[in-house]
């Protein structure tokens, strides 16, 4: 991880007005979600796919989670990107890199691969496997022989 700093992908930029990425994914993934004057999720309800836990506190029991983590996509390829691209990678509301989740499973996930750590709830491993592997592609990062394997395992629990 040569050169590795979480402070090279430039994360929770402003969106619009006074809403960062963060507070927009909290709105988008969440119901029921009241924001203050400043943009700031102060109620809702969050649903997590990774492990199936709902949440109402937006500060303290919910993350936004890179699907593909940032020390993941510095591993792959992203150390030779520019900041400019590293900041879109960090904060891309397009495609399906970011998810409001319960803490404990982001934290649990921490900068894992496929291999490493996979959603406790089985029946989300289709959509993960789909939004990493679209992420990646995206991105033009690298997959290892491991992650691919766990990928396909992941892949084959879609339906037909």
Request: glycine share 4%; net charge negative; proline share 6%.
């Amino acid at each position: 991880m040569t050169g590795y700093s979480r402070s090279k992908f430039p994360h929770w930029v402003t969106q619009y007005g006074t809403c960062d990425t963060r507070e927009v994914v909290l709105a988008r993934d969440g119901r029921d979600v009241v924001q203050d004057e400043q943009c700031r999720a102060v109620s809702g309800i969050w649903y997590s796919a990774y492990d199936g836990k709902v949440s109402t506190r937006p500060s303290t029991e919910v993350d936004i989670d890179h699907v593909v983590p940032l020390a993941n996509g510095w591993r792959s390829g992203a150390d030779e990107w520019t900041t400019a691209k590293r900041r879109q990678f960090a904060n891309d509301l397009t495609n399906p890199q970011l998810i409001a989740v319960s803490a404990s499973s982001n934290r649990q996930k921490g900068d894992q691969s496929p291999d490493q750590w996979a959603p406790p709830l089985r029946s989300y491993w289709c959509t993960y496997a789909r939004a990493w592997t679209h992420v990646k592609h995206v991105y033009a990062l690298n997959i290892t022989e491991p992650e691919k394997d766990k990928l396909d395992e992941m892949l084959d629990t879609c339906p037909a």
